[in-house]
T-cell receptor, first 114, second 112 residues
Framework: NAGVTQTPKFQVLKTGQSMTLQCAQD?????MSWYRQDPGMGLRLIHY???????DQGEVPNGYNVSRSTTEDFPLRLLSAAPSQTSVYFC?????????????FGNGTRLTVT | RKEVEQDPGPFNVPEGATVAFNCTYS??????FFWYRQDCRKEPKLLMS???SGNEDGRFTAQLNRASQYISLLIRDSKLSDSATYLC?????????????FGAGTQVVVTP
């Protein structure tokens, strides 16, 4: 049982490049989400999904797109990378309400945009 | 003002000592509360949920004070392995899929 798998672990992009961060979970969780973590700040929600075909914006969605074509996968796309998107990105999933089930996080992707 | 605030620390604690720290939240209607633990350069993991009556899990005790809008975490008999950043997490809404709010974390360093 792999849990939540994120790839890649590290990535360096030049300004203006695009890329997709991959996230997959094998726990049949309905809820999946993307967070970014910056020094001195709490994790901030980028986008989330409560099931296949359903996505919604979080606190900091600008510059990012998501899709949820299957229960297992929730990729995050950076459309045109900017230095402000340098951060650590975590994908997380949960099977029920937050009171019933904790968030399960992937190992994170450390992204640097130059 | 941040919605969830924590003292960043670090709290330097001798092994075997007790350490406690708080987290304040701004939304008085917040529904549920959690402590997550994050080791250096790792992902956060749930440490414990925080219940209205307070709860213990081994050496860890969590309390909720709704009147003053804060939660606390106390660690007794600190171990070297307790060194980590502790994230306060608040669910501010009433529906099931609320948007969790994370504090920036309190760093604890347990020294031999």
């Amino acid at each position: 049982n792999a849990g939540v798998t994120q790839t890649p672990k590290f990535q360096v992009l030049k300004t203006g490049q695009s890329m997709t961060l991959q996230c997959a979970q094998d726990m049949n969780h309905e809820y999946m989400s993307w967070y970014r973590q910056d020094p001195g700040m709490g994790l901030r929600l980028i986008h989330y999904s409560v099931g296949a075909g359903i996505t919604d914006q979080g606190e900091v969605p600008n510059g990012y797109n998501v899709s949820r074509s299957t229960t297992e996968d929730f990729p995050l796309r950076l459309l045109s990378a900017a230095p402000s998107q340098t951060s650590v990105y975590f994908c997380a999933s949960s099977y029920g309400t937050f009171s019933e089930s904790p968030l399960h996080f992937g190992n994170g992707t450390r992204l640097t945009v130059t | 003002r941040k919605e969830v605030e924590q003292d960043p620390g670090p709290f330097n604690v001798p092994e075997g000592a007790t350490v406690a720290f708080n987290c304040t939240y701004s939304n008085s209607a917040s529904q549920s509360f959690f402590w997550y633990r994050q080791d250096c350069r790792k992902e956060p993991k749930l440490l414990m949920s925080v219940y209205s009556s307070g709860n213990e899990d081994g050496r860890f005790t969590a309390q909720l004070n709704r009147a003053s809008q804060y939660i606390s975490l106390l660690i007794r008999d600190s171990k070297l392995s307790d060194s980590a950043t502790y994230l306060c997490v608040v669910n501010p809404v009433t529906d099931s899929w609320g948007k969790l709010q994370f504090g920036a974390g309190t760093q604890v360093v347990v020294t031999p």
